[in-house]
């Protein structure tokens, strides 16, 4: 089966490229781009229709795959919240071809078996493809280093402790000059949990007034900053999850000056919601790190300008609603993302923040290169990982229509402008709005 | 003018006329409480349910005692441990609670916002008798019916609240009643006490007790909970009651008829020298008493036919 | 349509009022162990009034207290509407008093029925009266008044108001089709 994506705007940033050009794609791989494939296919009789599917994307943005490098798909353990099927049906829906999940499972994946069962599963559902994230320690108790190289053989793509950070920085010391040496990435959940211990919001005016306990800022910027310094004295890679506040985004900006190795991400509510969401108690704006001030937004959002932050991942954190209809206090961490990310993440082009191009090096190239992972990338020869954005399509989020199990946004019944119509993974046809 | 809502879940949403009214109704409840007949047939057929998930007595008791005197009847329930512990959430409990038809549920909570999540699924009025560090709207009524009645007005009046203000749901409530209300409010602790950005609710901050009281009509003493001697809070509570107690010196600085209160149960010797507590510029017992009348007129506004 | 009718002026009223007075004394022989009590709000005006004269009259300082009968109100629990609590203040025993409780109109029945449950809760009178200005009829309880300024036949889309100097600034009693 032979698939022509025909009349889109083509934006592919590894290349890069910004015009109106057609794509053929043959046995899973993009053959070749250029202009009018298909009228010359036809005319020289090499192509007769019935062995040829043309789409016509007139009106449509086409890019490659998205990524989304920092996800829960809470299987195994936790099916109740997500399983690797509604995962991948959601990353599909939401115009992922990839998804990295990460090791905080029951059991952990911190060994061979629970990161070959997920590629296993993730390979039957056959949806988009699943990276898992394995542990940087055993059980991710931050005592014993985890088997890297076996589970590398196995198919991990990099090692974080997300959710239960490393706190022992000769441990994390160990991990990242161990990881480096496999050319394997480690991810840091930047976060001192004697300075977060008890919090539930961010530590601010707002948690002020409502009483509830806050996490400093400063307890993600210490273990960012000793992170950094780890990373500069051994001379190996970090990257950092999920930036919220405006020291660590300094904090990197100032590293990368340095030739220091760091990348980092942020995700869509840290640069769009601040603090101020929880205002009301409402559990669906609970999330680790926690929503932040107008300052930390703001300076998110530079550090996305400039470059300081290389990768936009949603940490689609599902939970049940037993998990989060509780007291604050008592709720449950985290919120859906995979199929509201491109909405949120499209207002930043929309707000004249970033250009589409940078946005889609964010959400596409930039993670496929940090975690060494094939896509990001339209090029002949590549697979063929494709998303189709309608730019123009108006939609409100509803939550009941998730394909996630997780109802947890913050974002229900929020007006977008811009959503993925289409996604191709591996040339097949995964997700298709008409 | 009449109260509209169908909660009661903490000053901040309370304006100033709804305060009026219900200041000016506790003080008619007032009268009825020194009768021979404690007892007024307002409520009758009327449940109240007092949900404590969190040890009390004297918010638990006055809230019996205010429900009885209108003649409702008020059942109690006592948690120990969280909903979450014990297996049963918070909203399940509400469900169960919501079959038996109570008209008011009274709820006092350890977490922040328990009662906002309990108002927001059950059709009955909830009233807040506190959660967590967040708001103790009955406390800071009652407190405020006390000045009123002490000293004529709010406006106009310089408060100060000293001790463990970062926790303390007492003192948030009294800073948004008193500063809606135009007195003029100062805070005081060791910073470990302070909540980051108090300031911009309206109050000025000390970090010594004597700035705090220096010119006040009212000194609020906040309860110095022991066990944050553990979380390095402050360093001891010898420490803390040498320097951030109130005592015969220290009241000097405050204006001569300044009033002393407390939201209790008082440490003796710690946040109060016993002399000041039991002194004459306490009013720590009229507090209690106006606590009855603030509560019963709470119910009385809430409780009422369905809309 | 929405016809007024002043019913009774200022000296109409103070004329009732008087003979009332009279009649208090006559009909009880005095002032010996007489209390009056006023219903909030305007009966308290009425009993104010009603002290002076009889303190004219006989010399005598009749004790006077305020009810308040909200609190005992039989309509709290269908209406959402909750009047303001006004003042209660008996200064004074109760038991084996004459108690005259003032009103200014009655109609129902009701609020007299709830001002008798609340003094019973105050102590143990010798003999409740009931003085109105104004008996419009329409009674829903077994309940008389001993003592009438006023007989007003009315029908019930009419309103009866009591308008008293002490409040509103003049004295008079208006009829009108309820608006």
């Known amino acids: 089966m032979r698939l022509l994506l025909r009349g889109a705007r083509v934006v592919d940033p590894s290349q890069p490229i910004d015009e109106k050009i057609d794509i053929l794609i043959e046995n899973g791989k993009i053959v070749r781009m250029g202009k009018n494939i298909y009228k010359a296919k036809t005319q020289n009789g090499e192509e007769s229709p019935s062995t040829l599917k043309t789409l016509d994307l007139r009106g449509k943005i086409v890019v490659p795959g998205l990524i989304d490098m920092h996800t829960h798909l809470r299987e195994p353990g936790f099916e109740y919240k997500e399983t690797i099927q509604t995962g991948c049906e959601a990353a599909a829906a939401g115009g992922f071809t990839a998804v990295a999940c990460m090791p905080n499972t029951n059991p952990v994946n911190d060994n061979r078996s629970v990161t070959e069962s997920i590629i296993r599963r993730a390979r039957e559902c056959n949806l988009c493809h699943v990276y898992p994230v394995a542990a940087i320690s055993r059980r991710s108790e931050g005592a014993a280093l985890a088997e890297f190289w076996d589970l590398k053989d196995a198919g991990a793509v990099a090692f974080s402790d997300d959710g239960k950070p490393v706190m022992n920085a000769a441990l994390m010391r160990r991990a990242m000059e161990y990881a480096c040496s496999l050319d394997m990435p480690v991810i840091s959940h930047c976060e001192d949990l004697h300075l977060s211990a008890g919090g539930a919001m961010n530590e601010g005016f707002v948690s002020t007034e409502l009483g509830l306990h806050g996490i400093p800022s400063m307890a993600e910027e210490v273990m960012a900053a000793r992170d950094i310094l780890i990373a500069e004295f051994t001379g190996t890679a970090i990257h950092i999850a999920h930036v919220s506040t405006a020291g660590t985004v300094r904090l990197i900006r100032e590293a990368k000056v340095r030739g220091i190795r760091v990348t980092a991400e942020t995700a869509p509510h840290y640069f769009t919601l601040t603090d101020e969401a929880v205002r009301e108690f409402d559990v669906n704006a609970k999330v680790n790190p926690p929503l932040r001030g107008v300052e930390d937004v703001a300076a998110v959002r530079e550090g996305l300008r400039d470059g300081t932050i290389d990768v936009i991942a949603g940490d689609h954190a599902p939970h049940a609603m037993t998990d989060k209809d509780v007291e604050f206090d008592e709720a449950a961490f985290g919120m859906v993302a995979l199929e509201t990310s491109l909405g949120l993440s499209l207002k930043l082009v929309s707000d004249g923040i970033l250009t589409l191009d940078q946005l889609i090096r964010k959400m596409s190239t930039a993670p496929a290169r940090i975690l060494r992972i094939p896509g990001g990338t339209l090029k002949a020869g590549a697979v063929a990982d494709v998303t189709v954005i309608d730019p123009a399509a108006v939609w409100t989020v509803d939550r009941d229509r998730f394909r996630s199990r997780g109802r947890n946004t913050p974002f229900h019944g929020w007006d977008m402008k811009g959503k993925s119509v289409m996604t191709i993974v591996g040339g097949k046809i995964r997700h298709h709005e008409p | ?307 | ?179």
């Open chain 2, 1 to 307: 003018m009449r109260l509209t809502k169908k909660d009661l879940l903490g000053m901040k949403d309370l304006s100033i006329d709804e305060i009026n009214l219900i200041l000016d109704t506790a003080e008619s409840f007032i009268e009825v409480s020194t009768r021979e007949i404690k007892k007024v047939p307002t409520l009758r057929g009327k449940m109240i349910i007092n949900l404590f998930m969190e040890p009390s007595t004297r918010t638990r008791t006055s809230f019996e005692i205010a429900g009885k005197r209108l003649s409702a009847d008020t059942i109690n329930i006592s948690a120990s441990t969280s909903s979450a512990v014990k297996g049963e959430t918070l909203i399940d409990m509400a469900r169960n609670l919501e079959a038996m038809n109570p008209d008011v549920i009274v709820i006092r909570h350890g977490a922040s916002g328990a009662p906002h999540l309990l108002a927001k699924r059950i059709r009955q009025s909830v009233i807040n008798a506190g959660d967590g560090a967040h708001e103790h709207p009955t406390q800071a009524l009652l407190d405020m019916m006390t000045i009123k009645a002490k000293k004529g007005r709010i406006a106009g009046l310089k408060a100060a609240i000293v001790g463990d203000i970062a926790h303390s749901r007492v003192a948030r409530s009294n800073i948004y009643g008193l500063t809606r209300m135009g007195a003029q409010v100062a805070v005081a602790g060791p910073a470990t006490m302070l909540p980051r950005f108090i300031e911009q609710m309206g109050v000025t901050v000390h970090h010594r007790i004597e700035d705090a009281i220096r010119g006040a009509d009212i000194i609020m003493m906040l309860r110095i909970q022991m066990e944050r001697e553990h979380q390095n809070i402050f360093p001891s509570l010898r420490e803390y009651a040498k320097y951030f107690g109130l005592n015969r010196k220290n009241i000097r600085l405050a204006k001569d008829d300044v009033l002393v209160m407390h939201p209790g149960p008082i440490n003796r010797g710690i946040e109060i020298a016993p002399d000041i507590a039991d002194g004459p510029a306490s009013v720590i017992l009229e507090q209690v008493t106006n606590g009855v009348a603030v509560r019963m007129a709470l119910l009385y506004l809430l409780s009422g036919g369905k809309a």
């Open chain 3, 1 to 179: 349509m929405n016809a007024k009718k002043v019913v009774m002026d200022a000296d109409g009223i103070d004329r009732s009022l008087t003979r009332v007075a009279y009649e208090l004394l006559e009909r009880n022989k005095g002032v010996e162990d007489m209390v009056l009590v006023g219903i909030q709000t305007g009966g308290v005006f009425l009993a104010e009034r009603l002290k002076k004269k009889i303190s004219r009259i006989e010399g005598a300082d009749v004790p006077m207290g305020v009810l308040d009968i909200t609190l005992y109100r039989d309509d709290l629990r269908t209406s959402n509407r909750k009047p303001r609590l006004g003042k209660t203040d008996i200064p004074f025993s109760l038991d084996d008093k004459i108690v005259v409780l003032i009103d200014d109109v009655l109609f129902t029945g009701r609020t007299i029925r709830a001002a008798m449950d609340a003094l019973i809760d105050f102590g143990r009178p010798k003999l409740i009266q009931l003085a109105v200005l104004i008996d419009r009829g329409h009674r829903e309880l077994p309940i008389r008044a001993d003592f009438v300024g006023k007989n007003l036949p009315s029908s019930l889309w009419e309103a009866v108001t009591v308008s008293l100097k002490e409040k509103s600034g003049r004295d008079e009693v208006i009829i009108e089709e309820n608006p």
